[in-house]
């Protein structure tokens, strides 16, 4: 009951924020919903009625808290080449025929959402989804481009709609009609206001957003032909926006009759897979944003899409998604739950409803310049760079998904951008054989480490998006204010769309209060200089050397930042000097490969390095990488081994040791098991201080081999968190054991022995 109080208390206080939140999102919202509409040669009230049933239905059963739903920019191709396709020369028989594709669509959504296959997402490798947003962009540039210029007229497919804008900018010099002109002056105006709204840094200005400036000012235009001027408002009707009078009394009648026709059968499922991407995609983008950290259940949140995509086919809308512009927006404005969705379509209804003769006053031009900006970011110059600087093989996924999206349609689109993306994979890996027999096979072992309450995930053989969701499931069940190691060293490949997903799960993980870091891909070569580019042990024909600064992983830069706040020394190449290791019991009987990510301090004193060796012969050969600390002393103690008692006292029983036990520490005696060839000096070595310590201390692996301590947590790389523990632990030790004093009996004891 108290919580139920707490809730609505929060609520109502949260309130004004989200009324006025929701406010300033449908001043974008009227113009890009009209807009929207107009792009897709749907009527323009389409795209309000799309806004304001999502906002109302997904707002009551959606399962995100801050994300606003509408007409998206993603379905403005879809949804106009659904309308063309089954028109059959008539564009309004295409629309009520494309309400029933929506209607359809909505019920795959609602399916999907119930199954839980939200997780699908993750089979389409990133670059994919990046090669057909820009070809959604480069399509939507391309036909409003000529609407921006007053060319209602100009049809046809994407590439030819390109190479007829030089013909549209050359006609508008040649057109003696003052409407055209005014009409074209318009939208080249709206255009600049879009561009160069940013630059401009009054903040009373910015409280309106650009696309409603743009109204604004087209609204004013007509007034004032209307009122101060004596000559009638040059743009005609037809290059206005029409909006019929009774808005909520006369709903088109979608038509089912091509219900069983393949054409009509792919408009459904390229409606259904790309709102389900674009929703995914924002909703993954705004959990990032949102300030309390919380995470949308995607699933019920494609089912409301599903149900209000229903609604909205059925009262003429365009179908409803997730969009990620508004909702930024949203959140931006302090919008913190789902009533700022709701209030958004109340504000649009009371436009729509109060503002009726305004609205048909808004020239076409400017709406499709809206869009021209908004196809204009989608497929921007900076998001190709972007993209080269990941990967040339990034590059070649990103164009052919271009190209298949514009010259085919974008379900073949994305299936050429994942096919290339598989060929790729198959040619970075040399083998078929080997890429097939693992891409089935369960390679994520997780498991919790109860002393350190830490999630340890170890990734085996490759990790791309073909099997990323076995990875994601894993992950899912952290809780996210705790502790997990994602450890890819038995990984021979990692791709890009993995990195970026992991990525996404260190930002909530640190917001949450927990640790998420990444170990294993320090060796791996690279494909570029970028952070996520897809690394790989098999190496590639231009391997960029590992240890290049502009190279290193996340987790290398984090251990150059903690050299750095030492003022100490960071290597991260390879390097096969084994002597400061190779003498200490634990690596006697094991082959070291190599050190690399070494720390030194200027005198030598610590030197912490992930090691990579290997156990056993043929078959049983194994594949081991973990992190040491060695600590070189200024003088000769006894030679010992510690660690926790039962874990390794078999391996050293055949050589004769048995536990040492000192007197008066019961205790100590129980939890460790200590060893050592002259128990009478360790004895005199472990005082009452350094007994303490090891007491209230967290256990690691410790030996000396007289004139140096090596420590050791698991057999597994250390995370940047466990090294830093490590390294206090280190440096505390050596100064207890420095300050120990020993009779000259024992330092003569120990010199004759050396």
């Known amino acids: 009951m108290k919580d139920t109080q707490s809730n609505i208390s929060q609520f109502m206080t949260q309130l004004p924020k989200n009324i006025f939140s929701g406010f300033v999102v449908s001043l974008i919202a009227l113009p890009l919903g009209l807009g929207l509409a107009l792009a897709s040669e749907a009527p323009p009230i389409s795209g309000i009625i799309a806004a304001v049933v999502g906002g109302i239905i997904v707002s009551i059963f959606g399962g995100s808290k801050v994300t606003i739903t509408g007409p998206g920019n993603g379905l403005v191709v879809v949804l106009l080449g659904a309308i063309t396709t089954l028109a059959n020369g008539d564009l309004y028989q295409g629309y009520i025929f494309t309400l029933a594709a929506i209607i359809c669509a909505g019920v795959l959504m609602i399916i999907i959402g119930l199954l839980r296959l939200g997780t699908l997402s993750d089979f389409f490798p990133s670059s994919a989804i990046q090669g057909m947003l820009a070809a959604i962009g480069i399509g939507i540039f391309a036909k409003q481009f000529h609407v921006m210029l007053a060319n209602v007229s ?181 919008g913190s739950n789902r009533s700022a969705n709701f209030f958004h379509s109340v504000f649009l209804i009371l436009f729509v409803v109060l503002f009726q003769d305004q609205l048909k006053r808004i020239p076409l031009t400017a709406l499709a310049a809206i869009l021209v900006y908004t196809g204009y970011k989608l497929a921007a110059p900076k998001n190709l760079k972007a993209v080269a600087q990941i990967g040339k093989e990034q590059l070649l996924i990103f164009f052919a998904t271009v190209i298949g999206t514009i010259t085919t349609n974008l379900i073949t689109g994305i299936l050429i951008g994942i096919l290339t993306t598989v060929v790729i994979h198959l040619i970075l890996n040399k083998s078929i054989a080997i890429f097939a027999r693992n891409l089935f096979k369960p390679n994520v072992l997780m498991f919790k480490e109860e002393e350190s309450n830490t999630y340890f995930i170890s990734v085996k053989n490759f990790s791309s998006f073909l099997n990323y969701t076995r990875l994601r499931k894993k992950l899912d069940t952290i809780p996210e204010d705790k502790d997990a190691i994602i450890d890819f060293s038995l990984c021979d490949f990692v791709d890009y ?101 070494s720390i030194c301090d200027p005198k030598s004193i610590f030197s912490i390095s992930d090691v990579e060796f290997s156990e056993g012969e043929f078959i049983a050969r194994t594949l081991v990488r973990t992190t040491v600390l060695t600590i070189q002393l200024d003088k000769e103690i006894p030679k010992f081994t510690l660690d926790k008692e039962g874990l390794i006292e078999f391996v050293y029983k055949f050589a004769g040791f048995k536990d040492i036990n000192i007197q008066g520490h019961p205790d100590f005696s129980k939890r460790f098991y200590l060893l050592g060839e002259n128990p009478k000096n360790i004895k005199t070595l472990f005082t009452n201080e350094l007994v303490l310590f090891f007491e209230s201390n967290p256990y690691y692996h410790i030996e000396c081999n007289g004139r140096s301590i090596l420590l050791m947590g698991k057999e597994r790389l250390a995370s940047i968190k466990e090294i830093k523990a490590l390294l206090d632990y280190g440096i505390r030790l050596e100064k207890v054991v420095s300050g120990i004093q020993y009779d000259q009996i024992v330092l003569k004891s120990l010199k004759i022995k050396s």
Not at 170 to 188: E, Q, R, T
Not at 324 to 331: F, G, K, P, T, Y
Not at 570 to 584: E, L, M, R, V
């Open 154 to 334: 100009v049809k046809g497919d994407t590439i030819s709609l390109l190479t007829d804008i030089p013909k549209s900018i050359i006609g508008l010099f040649d057109n003696d009609s003052n409407a055209i002109v005014i009409a074209a002056i318009v939208g080249i105006s709206s255009l600049l206001i879009m561009f160069f709204y940013g630059k401009i840094r009054n903040k009373y200005f910015q409280l309106v957003p650009a696309p409603m400036w743009i109204v604004l000012i087209a609204i004013g235009l007509s007034y004032y032909y209307e009122l101060f001027s004596t000559e009638t408002y040059p743009i005609g009707k037809e290059l206005l926006v029409q909006i019929p009078d009774s808005v909520f009394s006369n709903f088109p009648t979608p038509d089912f009759s091509l219900l069983t026709d393949f054409k009509f059968i792919g408009v459904v499922f390229a409606i259904t897979l790309i709102s389900s991407i674009e929703s995914l995609l924002s909703i993954k983008a705004v959990d990032k944003l949102d300030p309390l950290k919380r995470r949308a259940n995607v699933n019920k949140d494609l089912t409301a899409l599903g149900i209000a995509s229903i609604v909205s086919g059925f009262v003429g809308g365009l179908n409803v998604v997730t969009v990620i512009a508004r909702s930024s927006v949203n959140v931006n404005n302090g």
């Open 497 to 597: 769309t993995v990195q970026e997903s992991l990525l996404g799960y260190q930002q909530t993980f640190k917001r949450k209060g927990g640790s998420f870091e990444i170990t294993g891909l320090d060796s791996h070569g690279t494909s570029s200089a970028h952070p996520l580019a897809v690394r790989s042990l098999i190496p590639f024909s231009k391997k960029i050397k590992l240890g290049a600064k502009s190279n290193l992983t996340k987790r290398q830069e984090e251990l150059q930042n903690i050299a750095t706040d030492f003022s100490w020394k960071y290597n991260p190449k390879k390097n096969t000097n084994f002597s400061g290791i190779q003498d200490f019991m634990f690596f006697k009987q094991k082959k070291i490969n190599y050190l690399n990510n």
